[in-house]
């Protein structure tokens, strides 16, 4: 049996001589612990709102955007459209409309944000529980149909009824007429069919509608043109590459990705993410120099019995691997442990959903456990542990076998 191993289990377990430093080693074990764990659930928690997130504003992303640098509206016979044709590491592309228009049913206005969308990205299988009601389709018996986030719907106070065919005036300015108040033909006037009613997320719920880009084309005189193309990829890990070369083959279009285009969101959650993380790490570090007392005042205690280990021929090695190692075990009892309550708390919040969230758009706090984050957590903590049990054995040690 490994001497240095035997000792430091005994001074670990045995009572000390001391109740003060049985005292400082729970503390100390019990800092990592709560330390450890909060790590655990709180990275968790955030991976959990981030997916959250994901879903929400990911559902019916594309992979990349593209926008014009000049103006707001791509052409028909852009050059683009041939760079994407002949790019295979393009799945496939779309055209999107977003203008501004007024809706109109019976008395009631609303200001939307109308977005002509291609039928074939937004299939039905995409909608699923994102539709509330109507149907995921932009016909109905050969007349084109509109479908309302939530708020538009609310706002122009518009029921859905399948055996009802409810008609909503939508008018857009004309691109084709010069704008003026006593010409009425500077406003386009079209009838569609209430077609049902959606919740995506809180910005598209409460000031957009939807309708078939053909309609929308038609209605905003754009002759096929798009204010943006939505770009689907083969494999998101050839983006970065196909976002490059469409960039230098292109410069007159911007090119974003989905997380580029929603930067503001992203950014903000991983931003609070880390600053957590960093709060959390510093406490861990101050747990940590509990460690460093607790071995510090262990060695000051045991002084007599290192005097008698170095006159049964302990070498100042072995009197350092005995304080290093009660100092791992420590460290690592309780960061070990630390981590395995933080992923079990995170196992009972997926399974059992015990955090309720109320007055939300999801019933309960979603949680998400990573293996990178947990790997990461085990490379902080046992580094910590390291340094923490490594510090108290080479200042003392020396300085009381010298004395």
Not at 142 to 147: A, Q, V
Request: overall charge positive; aromatic content about 10%; hydrophobic content about 45%.
């Amino acid at each position: 049996m490994n001497v240095s191993n035997f000792i430091a289990k005994r001074y670990l377990f045995a009572k000390k001589s001391r109740n003060i430093i049985n005292l400082i080693s729970f503390i100390s074990f019990l800092g990592l612990l709560v330390s450890s764990a909060s790590l655990v659930i709180i990275l968790s928690g955030f991976n959990g709102i981030q997916e959250y997130v994901e879903d929400v504003y990911g559902k019916f992303a594309a992979d990349l955007y593209a926008f014009p640098k000049n103006g707001n509206i791509i052409k028909k016979s852009d050059s683009l459209y041939r760079s994407l044709e002949t790019n295979k590491l393009i799945k496939t592309y779309s055209k999107v409309i977003e203008e501004t228009a007024l809706l109109k049913f019976q008395n009631r206005w609303a200001t939307t944000l109308v977005k002509g969308i291609d039928e074939n990205c937004y299939g039905k299988n995409k909608w699923g529980s994102n539709l509330l009601d109507g149907r995921a389709e932009f016909f109905k018996n050969g007349s084109p149909t509109i479908l309302l986030g939530y708020g538009i719907q609310n706002e122009l106070q518009i029921p859905y009824n399948e055996n009802l065919t409810n008609e909503i005036k939508i008018y857009s300015i004309s691109k084709k007429v010069k704008l003026s108040i006593q010409n009425k033909e500077s406003l386009n006037q079209y009838n569609l069919v209430f077609g049902g009613v959606y919740t995506i997320n809180p910005e598209l719920d409460q000031n957009t509608a939807m309708i078939s880009y053909q309609v929308a084309s038609e209605i905003f005189d754009l002759d096929n043109g798009a204010n943006y193309l939505e770009i689907y990829t083969n494999s998101e890990k050839s983006l970065s590459k196909l976002k490059k070369q469409l960039s230098q083959s292109n410069p007159q279009f911007t090119f974003k990705t989905h997380e580029e285009n929603n930067q503001l969101i992203y950014a903000a959650n991983d931003a609070e993410k880390w600053m957590v993380l960093a709060v959390l790490i510093f406490v861990l570090i101050l747990s940590s120099f509990t460690v460093v007392a607790s071995i510090t005042m262990l060695i000051i205690d045991k002084k007599k019995d290192i005097n008698s280990l170095v006159a049964l021929g302990a070498n100042k090695k072995m009197i350092k691997d005995i304080f290093f190692k009660e100092g791992l075990m420590i460290s690592f009892l309780g960061s070990i442990g630390g981590l395995i309550i933080g992923i079990l708390v995170c196992v009972v919040q997926i399974k059992f959903h015990v955090l309720k969230l109320e007055n939300a758009s999801i019933n309960y706090w979603p949680v998400l456990i990573k293996l990178d984050d947990i790997i990461m957590l085990v490379f902080i903590l046992f580094t910590t542990g390291l340094i923490a049990s490594f510090l108290p054995g080479k200042l003392l040690i020396h300085k009381l076998l010298n004395s």
